[in-house]
């Protein structure tokens, strides 16, 4: 038994997986151990629709630090497209 | 493909020695992360040192042309695999062990990570001859609040323990912490059961998966020697 806390949040978008765009309707947030990523533990996000089944995914397997500068990033788009840019 | 908890059709990877046996059984539970090729190359082990071996796919309610590590994650956002319906599984998976014509009736569990607490739950409810619980969480310990998965401490059901059992544990492991392996071990011994455990130093969870980083071959190595003493004491000739 190897994981700990999940957060999930829903989410509006799409993804682009082997099948191609799928809209995604959630986001598995968690810090674990990874599948495929060369470190013991990784902040982990899973875009997915699960109406459309298991292979409606696509993952992210991120180390720590990268994750929280892929934060840093996304908040510094999103201030700088304003507040309202929906 | 055998008949799994509740009659549901479920898939498995069967690997087996050539020749007429007979040959003891082994039920090789794989981790969190699904039914992967590590766990199968596990199974294909067994068979290469004289074992029949069947790995289930748990998480085959998923769809059998699932990738793993999809059927993994999906399995993880619904809380996971029931007790109830892994017990049924492993029971199926146990009886196709037993009707192989090179079969010699006697059938051992082994699982790794959560397998290790499947392999703690086989052996407390099913009729097996010898269990290995490499790092199995929550056997004893109860999960942290917002734990993803719907499990609870099986120690309690210790004295149903049917079977020797063999716990081989990293002491850097937090689930199970020492602490837990001391708790479950207590229990055991209360309950006057045969055990042999196993702890290393330097090492953590994971440590039998060559393919990461958590992999320490020292600890692996004297792991599969205990392993293979084990099953070669409690599941020779019926």
Known sequence: MCSYLTVPTDIAGSAKGPQGWFPVTSA??????????PFDHTLNIDFADPARGPGARVAVELSADSARRLVESIQAALAAAGPASD | MF???GGTTINAYLARPVGDGPFGGVLVVHHLPGWDSATKEITRRFAARGYNAICPNLYARQGFDVD???AAAATRQAGGVPDEQFVGDAAGAVATLRALPTANGKVGVIGYCSGGRHAFLTAVSLDVDAAVD???AFVTGTPPEGFPLRVTPLVDRTPQLGCPLLGLFGNDDQFPGPEQVD????ALQAAGK???FHRYDGAGHAFFNVDRPSYRAEAAADGWQHVFEWFGRHLEGA
Not at chain 1, 28 to 37: C, E, L, R, T, W
Not at chain 2, 183 to 186: Q, V
């Open chain 2, 183 to 186: 708790e479950l071990e207590a």
């Open chain 1, 28 to 37: 598995q947030v968690y810090f674990d151990h990874p599948f495929h990523a």
């Open chain 2, 134 to 136: 490499c790092y199995g």
């Open chain 2, 194 to 196: 045969t055990y042999e």
């Open chain 2, 68 to 70: 793993p590590d999809d």
């Open chain 2, 3 to 5: 008949p799994g908890h």
